[in-house]
C-alpha cells in the first residue's frame, strides 16, 4: 500500500465555521497561499452554495494557488455541485466534495428516508459531479455512528459511481479509536473495489480523540487526513493538522511520509490565531506557548543532560525556536545554576544554596517566571525592585469621541501622570503607561476571560510582553477591564523590571 498520507486542509470551511472567527475573501487568500508553501495536498476552500462570500472565496483561493488540489464542499444536491462546478472554473486541480448521512439517526431524523433512497441519493450526486469534475470525494457523514455492514454497502456503491475519494467522518466525535480503526479496517475487508478509491478520515474532537482517530484510520488502511491548524472547528474543533503531521513524522515505525514542510507549522499556527482571533492555548500540542519549555526540576534536570530525557522532537522542526528552560517556584538548583552560567556566573556549591534560597522567595513573590533581569538583581544584591503602581486614571471615550485617558502611576515612590489619546480606551490608557516609563516592550497577546456573567462581569486581563528575548505575563482582575488592563501591563513591567 502506499506510504503517502495526503494532508486534506479544511481550516478555511470547516475551522471558519467557529463563532467570531470568520474570515475575508483577502485574509483567505493569504491563509491559502500559506497553506500552499506548508505543503498541503488539497486546501477545501468553502462552501460555494452557502453564500456569495463563500462562492468568491472559492474562485479567489482557485486563482491564487497552484499546487494544491482546490475542493469545494456540496450536500448531495444538484444545484449545489453547479456552484462549486462554476466556483472552481479557475482551480488548476479541482475537486468537488460531495456526500450525505450515513447512520441511521440522521437517515430517519435529518433525511426521513430509508438505508436504499439514501445510497440512491449519494450515487446519483457523484454521477452528476462527475460529468463536469474528474476529482469527486463523497462523504458518509455520520460515519462513525453508522452502521458497518451499511456503510460497506454506502462505499462500495459510490466507489462505482465515480468517487476517487471517500471520506469516513466521525462528525459528532463519538468513536474510540480501536472501533474507528476496526471500522475503517471493515471497510477493507468488504467492500471489494476499495482500492479504487482514497479513503480518508475526518475526525471531530467531541472527546478529545479527533487525533488518535485519525492515527487509528490511517493505520489500517486510510491514506488521506481531513484537519485545520491549531485544530480550530464546529464545536470542539477538528483534528489538528501539526498533531497528526508529527505524530507521523515521529513514528518513523509506521513508515509513512507527507508533503508538509513541517517548519512552517507554527509560523503558520500563530498566523491563523492572530487571524482568525482565536488564541493557542499555552498546553496546546506542538503549537502551545508551552510545548518546548520545562519548569519543573526533575525534568529541567533531565533536560540539561540530554534534552531527549524530555523531548521527542526539535522545536525547530516545527519552527518554533528554541527549548526554554524557565524558572520558577518548581525550579530545582541544576537548573538555576545553569542559567546563571550562561550568564556569566560561576558559582561554588555552597554558594549556589544561599542563592537558591533567596531564589525561591523571588519565585514565591513574583508567582511567575524568573527572568534574567531577576537572576542579575539577585546575584548582586539578592532583592527585586517592582517599584511601578497605578495611582489613579481617567478615561474618556464615547460615539464619535477619540478615546483618552490620563494616568497617574507611582515609579519608585515618586507620582508621574502623563495623557494619550490611542484607538480604544485600553490603547490610549496603556500608550500613557508607555509614556511615564517610556518602556520598549512589544505586547505579544492580550487576553480577556470574563469570570461572572452579566454586565457587571468580573474580568480577567492576562497579557504576554516582550523585551529583547525576555518573555513575562501579566495578570489582573477588575469589574473595570480597562483598570484591569493597565494593571496586568504593570503587573508584566514589574516583572521585566
Not at 502506499?2 to 475575508?24: H, M, S
Not at 465515480?162 to 472501533?179: H, Q, R, S
Not at 537572576?375 to 527585586?384: F, N, Q, T
Request: aromatic share 6%; net charge negative; glycine share 8%.
Amino acid at each position: 500500500m502506499n506510504n503517502k498520507v495526503y494532508i486534506f486542509d479544511t481550516t478555511l470551511r470547516d475551522g471558519e465555521q467557529v463563532p467570531g472567527c470568520q474570515l475575508t475573501t483577502p485574509e483567505k487568500v493569504i491563509l491559502a497561499k500559506e497553506l500552499e508553501l506548508l505543503g498541503v495536498d488539497i486546501i477545501e476552500a468553502g462552501f460555494p452554495i452557502s453564500s456569495p462570500g463563500d462562492f468568491e472565496s472559492v474562485v479567489q483561493i482557485s486563482k491564487a494557488v497552484t499546487n494544491p488540489t482546490i475542493c469545494a464542499l456540496t450536500r448531495a444536491v444538484d444545484k449545489d455541485i453547479d456552484a462549486a462546478v462554476a466556483s472552481l472554473a479557475y482551480a488548476k486541480n479541482k475537486r468537488i466534495h460531495t456526500g450525505i448521512g450515513a447512520s441511521d439517526f440522521h437517515i430517519k431524523y435529518k433525511f426521513n428516508s430509508t438505508r436504499e433512497e439514501i445510497i440512491q441519493r449519494g450515487v446519483a450526486a457523484v454521477k452528476y459531479a462527475k460529468k463536469s469534475v474528474e476529482d469527486i470525494e463523497f462523504y458518509c457523514e455520520d460515519a462513525g455512528r453508522a452502521d458497518n455492514v451499511f456503510l460497506a454497502q454506502m462505499v462500495e456503491a459510490v466507489i462505482a459511481a465515480g468517487a476517487t475519494v471517500v471520506n469516513i467522518p466521525d462528525t459528532n466525535g463519538y468513536c474510540l479509536p480501536e472501533e474507528y480503526g476496526a471500522k475503517i479496517k471493515f471497510l477493507f475487508d468488504n467492500v471489494k473495489n476499495i482500492h479504487q478509491a482514497i479513503i480518508s478520515v475526518h475526525c471531530h474532537n467531541d472527546l478529545g480523540l479527533a487525533t488518535a482517530n485519525s492515527l487509528a484510520g490511517v493505520v489500517n488502511g486510510a491514506r488521506q487526513v481531513e484537519c485545520t491548524i491549531n485544530g480550530i472547528g464546529e464545536r470542539a474543533g477538528n483534528t489538528s493538522l501539526e498533531e497528526v503531521v508529527m505524530s507521523i513524522k515521529t513514528h518513523g515505525e509506521l513508515d509513512l511520509v507527507t508533503s508538509i514542510n513541517t517548519k512552517r507549522i507554527y509560523p503558520l499556527s500563530r498566523k491563523v490565531s492572530s487571524m482568525m482571533r482565536m488564541p493557542v492555548q499555552p498546553n496546546k500540542a506542538i503549537v502551545g506557548k508551552n510545548a518546548f519549555a520545562h519548569s519543573s526540576g526533575i525534568h529541567q534536570d533531565g533536560m540539561i543532560k540530554n534534552k531527549q530525557n524530555y523531548e521527542i522532537m526539535e522545536p525547530e522542526d516545527v519552527g518554533a525556536g528554541k527549548s526554554s528552560i524557565i524558572l520558577t517556584a518548581r525550579s530545582g538548583r541544576a537548573a538555576l545554576n545553569y542559567r546563571l552560567e550562561l550568564l556569566g556566573y560561576h558559582i561554588s556549591k555552597e554558594e549556589l544554596e544561599e542563592k537558591y534560597t533567596k531564589f525561591l522567595e523571588i519565585a514565591d513573590a513574583k508567582k511567575d517566571n524568573v527572568n534574567d533581569k531577576d537572576l542579575h538583581a539577585l546575584m548582586d544584591h539578592g532583592v527585586v525592585d517592582r517599584g511601578i503602581f497605578l495611582e489613579d486614571m481617567e478615561v474618556t471615550c464615547g460615539f464619535k469621541k477619540t478615546p483618552s485617558a490620563k494616568v497617574t502611576l507611582r515609579v519608585n515612590g515618586i507620582s508621574h501622570t502623563a495623557e494619550s489619546i490611542g484607538n480604544g480606551p485600553v490603547d490610549a490608557a496603556l500608550k500613557s503607561v508607555e509614556k511615564i516609563v517610556n518602556s520598549k516592550v512589544e505586547l505579544e497577546e492580550f487576553l480577556v476571560q470574563t469570570i461572572t456573567e452579566g454586565s457587571n462581569d468580573f474580568g480577567k486581563v492576562h497579557m504576554t510582553v516582550k523585551s529583547g528575548e525576555q518573555i513575562n505575563h501579566g495578570f489582573s482582575a477588575n469589574t473595570d477591564i480597562v483598570v484591569a488592563s493597565v494593571e496586568a501591563y504593570l503587573d508584566a513591567l514589574n516583572k521585566l523590571m
